[in-house]
């Protein structure tokens, strides 16, 4: 590589995207070799705060990802064919979500070396059994789902066409794929609550409300990082390209939905109002007046879900491209906190199990720098993935049907300066 | 007029048949999780009369098996005053009959035995720790670090008898299922016989712990849960406890 070609790349904008990334990744890497290598001493996680930072991550990134199975349900199995071109970004997102949290539960686990008896050693009593199970075969999914969306790539298409035609081909499984896709995310996307949910030790975990409000925000969150991503990426990059009816119409919908998860939301909170149970109601306070209310009033209730709902029903505000997108933005921001404050709530209240009357202790959690560093590095991880998948993949193109069933052979580069010549 | 069945009457009736099915397995095997009754149904009673909090029990315990100075199974609590009297509440495994931790195990690392030990297989666990949220008595404590070196509780205390567990692998009291089942196989009789009694019962200075056999209706632990009123820990919860607790009389 010559020192000319160098240095277009790092003034340009994406060099220093990439370069910003790299950074974050390096960092995170190195955390994380650490974790491995020393164990989760380095980490700030107790006996009565098991799961922390990472575990939300990893709730995050499956809740971010949730809105691959309901487009893709939507366009193969309703035949919504037009809103396709967002389905891809959505799977691609998707992709993106379910390997962000595989890293962050390699980094969790205890003995990472044995992750695979997840997959010999079955408890199917195990909600986690489930979820693990799940998240293994929809993963696969999610690939066989992507394989297409490698066709795309220039250098392929130029230097192996063939290939890129068979990969494109992998396309017409997608109807089936969906149908896996749905049955495989309604039933994780939910036990993922449910987790929580089926804990009687716990009892502000311990109600049947998570599973149906974690599944009910994946979709919510899901859709609307896929919408935000992409005009986001259209702002930055001619390689994205969009149809701007098509995403107004599924933030109008994303609204709708939310309107349906704070519905659902009210009943739960207000349903745990009454009648003192020891552990529970002190959960709520601490989500209603404690530690946690900062993020439950204004970044889960009003400014995740009730401000959106508005900027997104309303028209006028929902046409505005920079105010749509700040209310999809909200929204995914809503839900992640939303799943960092449900993780960490029953862990701060204990309920004592000595004779008498039931108390109650607390406990605290803050991430570790440690801990801090290796999350970033799996975010990061998802951006340059995102990233790529935009400059290279055509994920963010809602052109890409228009021409497409033209075959591979056919179609010249439309966009690659750097497509080496075939000799 | 014979109405056929549609294709999508038929899936219909397909996916709600299937659905029967799996539901009804389930329910079976809900009910067949309490594990296999055995010969034996261990249990044990702590007399909170007796008991000091001397702690002679959390050191013997950490000897036998070879647990670090940072984590101990079987914690002695200080459990308020009764009169003037200090009253303590000592807390191994209760070795629930409904264990959260089995239910939740996604590895099936946490099983019964059929004489109503919860064992922990170290060897398949992949430390996730879903047992430690889900344990309603927090008993379970997870290695953070390695356990590397010398254990000070031993020899004073005692000398290991199991395997030191890795890092990354929660642990808990097992009930000294080792000296239970080396015992039974010398002909010697848990909770009579030192050497077959788990290590916490047989160090009390004041007798304070007693082990047996509920499922004989002789045995020690028997005949006093007969005699005296008992209690378990979160009874409320369903968990079906193995440790007895026998409440301290005001009287006395």
């Known amino acids: ?39 989760l001493a380095a980490t700030n996680l107790t006996d009565l705060v098991p799961w922390g930072l990472w575990i939300a991550i990893d709730l995050s990134s499956i809740a971010i990802a949730g809105g691959a199975f309901f487009l893709c349900a939507g366009v193969y199995l309703l035949g919504l064919k037009k809103y396709e071109p967002v389905a891809r970004t959505a799977t691609f997102v998707g992709l993106a979500g379910y390997t962000m949290a595989m890293l962050a539960l390699m980094l969790d686990i205890g003995r990472p070396d044995r992750f695979w008896h997840a997959l010999i050693y079955w408890n199917k009593h195990s909600l986690l059994w489930e979820v693990t199970m799940c998240v293994m075969l929809y993963l696969t999914v999610l690939l066989l789902e992507v394989i297409p969306t490698l066709s795309s790539f220039e250098w392929l298409r130029t230097r192996y066409p063939w290939l890129a035609s068979r990969l494109e081909n992998v396309h017409h499984i997608a109807p089936y794929l969906a149908i896996a896709g749905l049955c495989l995310s309604m039933l994780h996307q939910s036990s993922l609550g449910a987790v929580y949910g089926v804990l009687k030790s716990r009892p502000i975990w311990y109600r049947p409300d998570v599973a149906v409000l974690f599944i009910m925000s994946a979709v919510a969150a899901g859709m609307a990082l896929t919408v ?39 009943w739960d909170a207000l349903s745990m109002n009454y009648t003192y149970q020891a552990g529970r109601t002190e959960g709520l306070a601490i989500l209603t007046s404690g530690v946690l209310s900062f993020n439950f009033w204004f970044l889960e209730i009003l400014l995740g879900a009730v401000v959106p709902i508005i900027l997104l029903l309303n028209k006028k505000t929902r046409m505005m491209p920079a105010v749509r997108m700040l209310a999809l933005a909200l929204i995914v921001a809503g839900v992640v906190t939303y799943r960092w404050d449900t993780n960490l709530v029953g862990q701060l209240v204990m309920v004592s199990y000595l004779p008498g009357e039931l108390a109650v202790s607390y406990t605290s959690y803050r991430p570790a720098l440690i801990e801090w560093l290796a999350g970033m590095g799996i975010i990061a991880y998802g951006l340059m993935l995102f990233s790529v998948g935009v400059r290279y993949l055509r994920v963010v193109d809602h052109t890409i049907y228009e021409e497409a069933h033209v075959t591979v052979a056919k179609q010249a580069p439309t966009h690659g300066q750097t497509v080496p010549t075939q000799p | 007029m014979t109405e056929k069945i549609g294709r999508r009457g038929f899936l219909m009736i397909a996916a709600a048949g299937a659905a029967g099915v799996a539901g009804l397995q389930l329910v079976r095997k809900a009910d067949a999780s309490e594990g296999v009754q055995g010969e034996h149904q261990w249990a044990m009673v702590i007399d909170q009369n007796k008991c000091t909090g001397c702690g002679y029990c959390v050191m013997v315990c950490r000897a036998h098996n070879d647990i670090s100075p940072e984590i101990t199974w079987n914690p002695v609590l200080a459990a308020g005053r009764v009169g003037d009297k200090d009253v303590y509440l000592p807390r191994p495994c209760m070795q629930c009959a409904k264990a959260p931790c089995v239910d939740v195990c996604m590895v099936g690392a946490n099983y019964y035995r059929p004489d109503g030990i919860v064992m922990m297989d170290y060897n398949r666990c992949i430390g996730c720790r879903y047992c430690e949220v889900a344990c309603p008595y927090g008993a379970r404590s997870f290695n953070w670090k390695e356990f590397d070196g010398a254990n000070p509780a031993v020899p004073e205390w005692g000398e290991p008898e199991v395997d030191r567990r890795p890092r990354g692998v929660p642990e808990k009291c097992s009930f000294c299922y080792q000296r239970i089942d080396r015992g039974l196989a010398l002909g010697l009789k848990p909770g009579v016989d030192r050497e077959a009694t788990p290590a916490c019962v047989g160090a009390c200075p004041t007798r304070a712990r007693l082990f047996g056999d509920l499922n004989d209706p002789h045995s020690e632990v028997s005949v006093i849960l007969k005699e005296h009123p008992s209690y378990r820990l979160r009874e409320d919860l369903g968990t079906g406890p193995r440790v007895y607790y026998l409440p301290v009389d005001s009287e006395a």
């Open chain 1, 1 to 39: 590589m010559n020192i000319a070609l160098m240095k277009t790349f790092i003034t340009s904008a994406w060099g220093k995207w990439v370069i910003l990334l790299s950074i974050f990744l390096a960092l995170g890497a190195t955390a994380g070799l650490y974790i491995l290598t020393q164990g």
């Open chain 1, 228 to 266: 935000f991503a992409s005009m986001l990426s259209a702002r930055l990059t001619s390689r994205a390209v969009i149809k701007d009816e098509l995403l107004e119409r599924v933030a109008y919908f994303i609204g709708w939905i939310m309107v349906g998860y704070l519905y659902f939301r009210f």
